[in-house]
């Protein structure tokens, strides 16, 4: 009788358990999504945007920007095709296909301190001058 006694509470207390269970579970799916929404996004890295225009024969942008993630608007004002390559720090990165002429493109980098090349890949273009030496510096903190 005793052992009988005792093997009902164990019972509901695995009830109790997986009802629990249950309700953690549901508990963080609840909360997942409002974590991974932060919707001020404050501590994110600065981002930077930087216009690129290429013309035939030039690159034509600053040729200091600071550290970071960011995005190049590139247009071409040219009357050939061109497009844009940026080269440094470990990176290697373009945008394909290339820009007809008046078309406009976007290249994200993640620009570290340091020297990069910025120049046009169409064959021929890089060697009649359309390359930039760009510096990157730290970002003042
Ligand atoms: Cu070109």
Redesign the pocket.
């Known amino acids: 009788m005793r052992q009988n006694i005792s093997h009902l509470p164990k019972k509901r207390f695995k009830c109790g358990l997986a009802a629990l269970a249950v309700l953690a579970l549901l508990s963080l799916a609840a909360c997942a999504p409002a974590q991974s929404t932060p919707a001020g996004a404050t501590t994110a890295p600065q981002e930077n945007t930087v216009d690129v225009t290429?013309v035939d024969g030039t690159v034509q942008m600053p040729a200091s920007l600071p550290a970071g993630p960011t995005t190049l608007n590139v247009t071409n004002n040219?009357t050939?095709?061109?497009?844009l390559e940026v080269e440094g720090q470990g990176i290697e990165a373009a945008i394909e296909p290339h820009l007809q002429p008046g078309a406009s493109g976007t290249l994200e980098v993640d620009l570290q301190p340091g020297t990069y090349e910025f120049y046009?890949p169409?064959p021929g273009?890089r060697e009649d001058g359309?390359t930039l030496d760009v510096t990157v510096t730290e970002t003042g903190g």
């Open positions: 290429l040219g050939t095709e061109h497009s046009c169409v273009h359309m």
